[in-house]
Each structure stands twice: as C-alpha cells, then as structure tokens.
C-alpha cells in the first residue's frame, strides 16, 4: 500500500530549527519527484519545497529560501526538510508529497498525513 508519513514536528521558539522526515513505501517513492507544502489554519495548502529523483533538482518558495533545505535518501526511501532560521509565519501542517513531475502546483499522487510545526515568538 502507498504510504508517506512524516514526522520531526513540534514546537519550536522563533530563530530555531527542526528537520522534518517523510518515510515512504517503494511504492510512492521510486523514480518520484517529492515536496512539501504546508498549510496554516484557515489558509490553502502551498508549496515549500521540492525535489527531483535524482536529487539534482530542486525549488523553494520565495519565503523559504535560504532558511529551508530539501534532500532525500534514495536508499533509505527518506525525505528530509532541514528549517533554519523559523518565523511564527512558519507555524502550519507540513506534508510530504510525491509525484511524477517536480512542481509547484499540487499535482501530485500520494499526500502524507502531516505533521504540525509551531514556531512561537
């Protein structure tokens, strides 16, 4: 059965890091481009991060840039966010994704169940 599930999540002060890990079946990992979005209280799911298969690819949102790092383990069927630097406008559910396609939009097949992160101040 497909399978994406995250976790890492918590509650953080402002200036503080977490990673994030997404633990996927074979199934919803090989040969996928995967992301994370995130979506706060009352607010759309959007996209943070992204990744090629092969690791050589990847994109951020504007608001994360330079404070978030996507990578992934293909041995291990692992993706990872690594958050530098996190703002309370980081507090949301993350969610790890994977898809055929690296994209910003939210075309993707399989969707984890999320982890909340809360960044106080």
């Known amino acids: 059965q497909a399978q994406l599930v995250e976790s890492g999540g918590g509650l953080v002060l402002a200036g503080g890091s977490l990673r994030l890990s997404c633990a996927a079946s074979?199934?919803?990992?090989?040969?996928?481009?995967m992301a994370w979005f995130r979506q706060a209280p009352g607010k759309e799911r959007k996209f943070v991060a992204g990744?090629?298969?092969?690791?050589?690819?990847?994109s951020y949102a504007d608001s994360v840039k330079g404070r978030f790092t996507i990578s992934r383990d293909n041995a291990k069927n692992m993706l990872y966010l690594q958050m530098n630097s996190l703002k309370p406008e980081d507090t949301a559910v993350y969610y790890c994704?994977?898809?055929?396609?690296?994209?910003?939009?939210?075309?993707?097949?399989?969707w984890g169940q999320g982890t909340q992160v809360t960044v106080s101040s």
């Open positions: 994704a994977a898809g055929v396609v690296l994209t910003k939009d939210h075309d993707y097949h399989y």
């Open positions: 074979g199934r919803t990992f090989g040969g996928n481009a």
């Open positions: 990744i090629s298969w092969s690791g050589s690819s990847t």
